[in-house]
């Protein structure tokens, strides 16, 4: 004769495969690790990523675990079975879980260094690129220049403000090549560049020529 869905045996062998509040702990568990992503990210960039793997691979897992199993003993929360389950199946689920946990955390990090290594990346690049194919200032033909604060200015003295945020080196770099590709064009001659005194007017980059002097 079957044993009836409610007999104390059915319902011990129910607990014991499948503890009734497993399921709800586990999910609460996980949502809260990615609900607390910023704050585990904080502390791994505290420790500089240096401590143990053993430690860091459980800088948050006990505290999520804690504050969900104090959520879910509360009263209106409390799972059927929870006071009921014995030690030993205890520790095994709750070993199973943290467990599951610091896989996750784990892989929380790991997206957080792919994606800081995929920036370092990006920025070498470009470095590089810069370096390059730096900006020569166009009148001493020797060193860089620089924008700073909207100013343009060399190290051979050339210094002009231009107000203007939106001006950038590329920018610059670009209206130089327009306008010495389109002298090109009807001289073969490589123009000069100088700055004119801004007496009378703040001083500006002129670009002349021989020929047409």
Known sequence: MAESSGSPHHLLYKQ??????????????????RNN??????KYRQTGGNMPVRV???????EVMEEEWNSLQSVEN????????????????????????????????NEYETS??????????MLTEWEANPLICPVCIKFNLR???SVVMCQCGLFIPFHSPELTEQ???????????????????????????????????????LVGL
Do not use: Y
Request: glycine share 4%; net charge negative; aromatic share 4%.
């Open 37 to 42: 992503r910023d704050k585990l990210l904080d």
């Open 171 to 209: 920018k610059l770099r670009a209206c130089l090549e327009d306008n010495i590709n389109e002298h090109s064009l009807h001289c073969p001659c490589t123009p000069a560049f100088s700055v004119t005194d801004g007496a009378e007017e703040k001083p500006s980059l002129l670009m002349s020529c």
């Open 147 to 149: 924008i700073i604060d």
């Open 116 to 125: 800081l290594q995929f920036d370092e990346n990006c920025l070498n690049i």
């Open 16 to 33: 014991v495969n499948s503890p009734p509040w497993k399921e709800a702990f586990r999910q609460g568990c996980l949502q809260r690790m």
């Open 56 to 62: 860091s691979n459980r800088l948050l897992v006990e």
């Open 78 to 109: 409390c799972p059927e079975g929870l006071t009921q389950l014995g030690l030993p199946v205890d520790l095994s689920v709750l070993e199973e879980i943290q467990q599951e946990l610091c896989d996750e955390e784990k892989s929380i990090i």
